[in-house]
C-alpha cells in the first residue's frame, strides 16, 4: 500500500467513525467495541447476545463497499504467502486469547476509559509489532 494514498482528512475521519462507533455501542448497548470478544460471541459457544454482534460484524465488512460508492479504495498488495497469512492469523488469535482481548478493545475503549491493562496490553501489541517487523524485514529479510 502507497502511503501517499493516506491523508489527514481520511486519518481524521477514521478515527472519528471508530470512537463515534465505540461510544455508540457502549451507550446504546453497554458494550464494549473489542472486535475479538464480539466474534468470540458468535461461536457456538458465546454469549446469547448473537444479533447485535452479528450486525456489528456485517457492518464492519460491508463498509469496504459503503465507502467505495463515494471514493476509490486504495490499491493493496499482499507480500506474505498463504501459509504466512494462516500462522499470523493463529498468533494474533493467540496473542488477543492470552491478552483478553484486541487492540480495537484495549487500545480504542481500554485506554479511553484509562485501563492500566489495556495501556499494558496495547504497549505490549505495539512493541511486539515493532519487533516482529524490525526482525521480520531487516533481520531475515523476509
Not at 63 to 86: H, K, M
Amino acid at each position: 500500500m502507497n502511503l501517499s494514498d493516506f491523508t489527514y482528512i481520511s486519518n481524521l475521519s477514521g478515527g472519528l467513525l471508530i470512537g463515534i462507533a465505540a461510544v455508540m455501542l457502549m451507550l446504546l448497548n453497554g458494550r464494549i467495541a473489542g472486535i475479538s470478544g464480539i466474534l468470540a460471541g458468535l461461536l457456538p459457544t458465546g454469549k446469547g447476545d448473537k444479533i447485535w454482534r452479528l450486525l456489528f460484524v456485517l457492518g464492519l465488512a460491508a463498509s469496504p463497499f459503503v465507502y467505495r460508492l463515494a471514493f476509490s479504495l486504495p490499491a493493496v498488495t499482499i507480500e506474505a504467502g498463504t501459509l504466512q497469512l494462516i500462522i499470523a492469523g493463529l498468533l494474533v488469535g493467540l496473542g488477543t486469547r492470552y491478552a483478553s482481548g484486541c487492540t480495537s478493545g484495549h487500545g480504542v475503549c481500554g485506554i479511553s476509559r484509562g485501563s492500566i491493562r489495556s495501556i499494558v496490553a496495547t504497549l505490549t501489541f505495539v512493541t511486539a509489532g515493532f519487533i516482529t517487523v524490525y526482525l521480520t524485514r531487516h533481520k531475515l529479510g523476509l
